[in-house]
């Protein structure tokens, strides 16, 4: 008899703690699908943007960029399999476009960035318009934590401006 109250508390506690592990993923999965729909909505805007303005046929990485203003970045393939920069303000009113091989491909801008600050460690890279300019924005984190932000030139790669110790 005692063996089967055992039994039956254990399901019973199996059966506990399976809902609660389904409850939390349940509630884990709306938590990021509503967190990232804004990421997700300006990504499809600035494509269909793009494909508006350009012959831009696949997309392989898009930047959010916020500076003094917001824009969309946009790096992929035109009709010709050439790789291109598309580069959009939050307004949309005007698209630029760039071919990739005329400027620096974020690995090119955080090796740029590594040989400059060696104590650094890159965190992000975002690639976007400052001043009306196209540069690569890399966030870098020292040793003790202080977070840093290089913005480059996206053409040649010389630094446009520093906020260091953050």
Known sequence: MQTKDKEQRRVVILLIAITTLLVLIIFSSIFYLRASRPMRQARSEAIDIAEEYTDLAEVDQFYWFTRESTSFSLL???????????????????????????????????????????????????????????????????????????????????????????
Do not use: C, R
């Open 76 to 166: 992929g393939k035109d009709n010709n399999e050439k790789e291109i920069v598309v580069i959009i303000p939050k307004s949309g009113d005007k698209v630029t476009v760039y071919n990739q091989e005329d400027g620096l491909t974020e690995a090119q801008a955080k090796q740029t960035i590594q040989e400059a600050h060696p104590d650094q460690t890159i965190q992000k890279a975002t690639l976007g318009l400052y001043e009306d300019t196209p540069a690569w924005e890399i966030m870098t984190k020292d040793s003790e934590g202080g977070l840093s932000y290089f913005l480059i030139a996206f053409k040649d790669g010389k630094e446009i401006n520093t906020i260091t110790n953050m």
